[in-house]
């Protein structure tokens, strides 16, 4: 445009024409509308060759990774010298905001769990047995939450790591009575650490795997025994299982590329529980004429029982959905929605599954059965919950359903006393639910493998999906199957055969005839009214 302007101008100027006032005017006013022209052109190619700098440091700010020095310095909540900390961000602030609320209320939920328990098991059992019931569920949260304070925490979760890894790969060996959670870096000033929140949260988990023996050595076990047990299971047998596990020990990191997978712990939970539950009935032996006159241990409530189930599946919700271990990203809400998805389904079709064969078997219905049921259900999908889809899911829960029933019956046909079925609900569909969790795990056929990394496929250091990874996913569950249930199993006995031996377990057979109630609570019976008018309610 400029050199069109240029020529024109030149065209003019050379022509022979008569001079004259309007003719110099327009060649001047053409000159400065040249010049204007040539001014903004010059500014608009300024303007463009800023543009595209600017657009060349983004590009090389998308294809780098981010170097801000501040944000590489950990964030405290005191910052006491800025060449090796700093404040945390805001985004930061909300972050850790949103995962000590989710912490917390989910933590919450799963505590609350023990209620359930509590209704589930006294309602088993019968009417003269049920303050000593509900005392041993008091029990497993107190005595656990010293057990846990005092040493569970620091042998599950207490380090040393080593590149993430628990460095001997069995046991942590630090923070004991929960030292170091927070530090005094000057005098006034306290900083607290992370740690607290995951303490809280797995608290609650330890409760859950004590509370699942109690149920299954009720109405026959002495109550100082049973605390014995409970405080070994809590301090030290449980947390081992988690050192292995979820504390990154020797199953996350030595077994294959891929490690175990159990999102929220049908093996680590609740297959520790219900081996617990099965050493214990086996040592303590059943109750006074079981398998003598079977009705007459018949459950006593059954409202407690539909009561306990619900309380329970409420509480899963937290014990599942919670083990997303946080929840600031949209990943992490949408896993958090796909868990719950499984869960639901899961207690459904387990609960129908097992209501559907008693009915089927006994041509009548059987509520305590379809509670059962539902637990199967939920304990099936507890560890594949965050790597299957929900047809996967509806399937896991069918088998489990049905191997509840198949191990349920085996107990009583060996004459293995076991009031709330703990062990097949537990142990049986905890064993079951770990090795689903990788045989269904939602990775491309038997080739891909997902696991832990949720909606990815497990990668290698490049960032390429790992070929063949499934069977290794596989191999490690069954190691973990195995090597739980051997380490619990052991304990158990070591625990409860001396307790047995030395006559400090069982119950007498007077004791058990008379009822626990009445033989060593005060009051003496869990429902006030007299025994007619309760026999005449119960019988309605």
Same mark, same amino acid.
């Given at each position: 445009?400029?050199?069109?302007?240029?020529?024109?101008?030149?065209?003019?100027?050379?022509?022979?024409?008569?001079?004259?006032?309007?003719?110099?005017?327009?060649?001047?006013?053409?000159?400065?509308?040249?010049?204007?022209?040539?001014?903004?052109?010059?500014?608009?190619?300024?303007?463009?060759?800023?543009?595209?700098?600017?657009?060349?440091?983004?590009?090389?700010?998308?294809?780098?990774?981010?170097?801000?020095?501040?944000?590489?310095?950990?964030?405290?909540?005191?910052?006491?010298?800025?060449?090796?900390?700093?404040?945390?961000?805001?985004?930061?602030?909300?972050?850790?905001?949103?995962?000590?609320?989710?912490?917390?209320?989910?933590?919450?939920?799963?505590?609350?769990?023990?209620?359930?328990?509590?209704?589930?098991?006294?309602?088993?059992?019968?009417?003269?047995?049920?303050?000593?019931?509900?005392?041993?569920?008091?029990?497993?949260?107190?005595?656990?939450?010293?057990?846990?304070?005092?040493?569970?925490?620091?042998?599950?979760?207490?380090?040393?790591?080593?590149?993430?890894?628990?460095?001997?790969?069995?046991?942590?060996?630090?923070?004991?009575?929960?030292?170091?959670?927070?530090?005094?870096?000057?005098?006034?000033?306290?900083?607290?650490?992370?740690?607290?929140?995951?303490?809280?949260?797995?608290?609650?988990?330890?409760?859950?795997?004590?509370?699942?023996?109690?149920?299954?050595?009720?109405?026959?076990?002495?109550?100082?025994?049973?605390?014995?047990?409970?405080?070994?299971?809590?301090?030290?047998?449980?947390?081992?299982?988690?050192?292995?596990?979820?504390?990154?020990?020797?199953?996350?990191?030595?077994?294959?590329?891929?490690?175990?997978?159990?999102?929220?712990?049908?093996?680590?939970?609740?297959?520790?529980?219900?081996?617990?539950?099965?050493?214990?009935?086996?040592?303590?032996?059943?109750?006074?004429?079981?398998?003598?006159?079977?009705?007459?241990?018949?459950?006593?409530?059954?409202?407690?029982?539909?009561?306990?189930? /619900?309380? #329970?599946?409420? =509480? +899963?919700? !937290? *014990?599942? $959905?919670?083990?997303?271990?946080?929840?600031?990203?949209?990943?992490?809400?949408?896993?958090?929605?796909?868990?719950?998805?499984?869960?639901?389904?899961?207690?459904?079709?387990?609960?129908?599954?097992?209501?559907?064969?008693?009915?089927?078997?006994?041509?009548?219905?059987?509520?305590?059965?379809?509670?059962?049921?539902?637990?199967?259900?939920?304990?099936?999908?507890?560890?594949?919950?965050?790597?299957?889809?929900?047809?996967?899911?509806?399937?896991?829960?069918?088998?489990?359903?049905?191997?509840?029933?198949?191990?349920?019956?085996?107990?009583?046909?060996?004459?293995?006393?076991?009031?709330?079925?703990?062990?097949?609900?537990?142990?049986?569909?905890?064993?079951?639910?770990?090795?689903?969790?990788?045989?269904?795990?939602?990775?491309?056929? /038997?080739? #891909?493998?997902? =696991? +832990?990394? !949720? *909606?990815? $496929?497990?990668?290698?250091?490049?960032?390429?999906?790992?070929?063949?990874?499934?069977?290794?996913?596989?191999?490690?569950?069954?190691?973990?199957?195995?090597?739980?249930?051997?380490?619990?199993?052991?304990?158990?006995?070591?625990?409860?055969?001396?307790?047995?031996?030395?006559?400090?377990?069982?119950?007498?057979?007077?004791?058990?005839?008379?009822?626990?109630?009445?033989?060593?609570?005060?009051?003496?019976?869990?429902?006030?009214?007299?025994?007619?008018?309760?026999?005449?309610?119960?019988?309605?």
């Amino acid at each position: 445009m400029m050199l069109r302007a240029a020529h024109l101008l030149g065209f003019l100027l050379a022509r022979p024409v008569a001079t004259s006032p309007s003719l110099n005017d327009r060649v001047a006013e053409l000159e400065r509308l040249v010049l204007k022209q040539q001014e903004l052109l010059s500014s608009q190619e300024e303007q463009f060759q800023e543009t595209q700098h600017m657009l060349s440091d983004i590009s090389r700010a998308a294809a780098e990774p981010r170097r801000l020095a501040a944000t590489t310095l950990p964030p405290k909540v005191h910052v006491i010298d800025n060449t090796t900390e700093r404040a945390f961000t805001d985004i930061e602030n909300l972050q850790q905001a949103l995962d000590h609320t989710w912490f917390i209320l989910c933590g919450a939920m799963v505590m609350f769990m023990q209620a359930g328990f509590a209704m589930v098991e006294s309602g088993c059992c019968r009417a003269k047995n049920v303050q000593n019931i509900l005392l041993k569920n008091l029990t497993d949260v107190c005595v656990g939450t010293l057990g846990w304070w005092m040493s569970g925490w620091a042998f599950a979760y207490g380090g040393p790591m080593v590149d993430g890894y628990l460095e001997n790969g069995f046991i942590g060996t630090d923070q004991f009575f929960g030292a170091g959670f927070m530090s005094t870096p000057k005098a006034g000033m306290i900083e607290p650490t992370g740690a607290i929140k995951s303490w809280f949260f797995q608290w609650a988990f330890c409760g859950a795997a004590a509370t699942i023996v109690s149920g299954g050595v009720a109405e026959r076990v002495n109550f100082p025994g049973y605390c014995i047990f409970s405080f070994v299971m809590t301090a030290f047998i449980y947390p081992v299982c988690v050192a292995w596990t979820w504390g990154y020990g020797f199953l996350a990191k030595d077994i294959s590329d891929v490690g175990y997978m159990d999102f929220a712990g049908s093996g680590v939970v609740h297959m520790t529980g219900g081996v617990g539950a099965l050493v214990g009935a086996i040592i303590a032996g059943p109750r006074l004429g079981r398998f003598d006159n079977p009705d007459a241990f018949n459950p006593h409530s059954l409202p407690l029982i539909v009561l306990g189930t /619900f309380i #329970l599946w409420f =509480g +899963w919700y !937290g *014990f599942n $959905c919670g083990s997303t271990l946080g929840m600031t990203t949209a990943a992490k809400g949408m896993m958090a929605a796909q868990v719950a998805m499984n869960t639901t389904i899961g207690g459904a079709t387990g609960g129908l599954t097992v209501f559907t064969l008693r009915l089927a078997l006994l041509k009548k219905y059987d509520i305590g059965g379809f509670c059962n049921g539902i637990l199967a259900g939920l304990v099936s999908i507890t560890a594949p919950c965050g790597n299957v889809e929900v047809g996967p899911a509806f399937v896991i829960a069918l088998i489990g359903g049905f191997l509840y029933q198949g191990a349920s019956a085996l107990l009583r046909k060996v004459k293995v006393d076991d009031p709330i079925d703990a062990f097949a609900v537990h142990g049986v569909c905890g064993a079951w639910g770990t090795l689903a969790a990788a045989l269904f795990d939602w990775g491309d056929g /038997f080739d #891909l493998y997902h =696991g +832990w990394s !949720g *909606f990815a $496929c497990a990668q290698d250091a490049s960032g390429v999906c790992l070929k063949g990874a499934w069977g290794g996913g596989m191999a490690a569950n069954v190691v973990e199957v195995l090597a739980i249930a051997s380490w619990v199993a052991a304990w158990s006995t070591i625990i409860f055969l001396p307790l047995r031996l030395a006559k400090f377990l069982r119950a007498s057979d007077s004791v058990q005839e008379e009822g626990f109630d009445a033989a060593k609570h005060s009051p003496t019976k869990a429902y006030a009214m007299d025994e007619s008018a309760a026999n005449t309610i119960l019988s309605a």
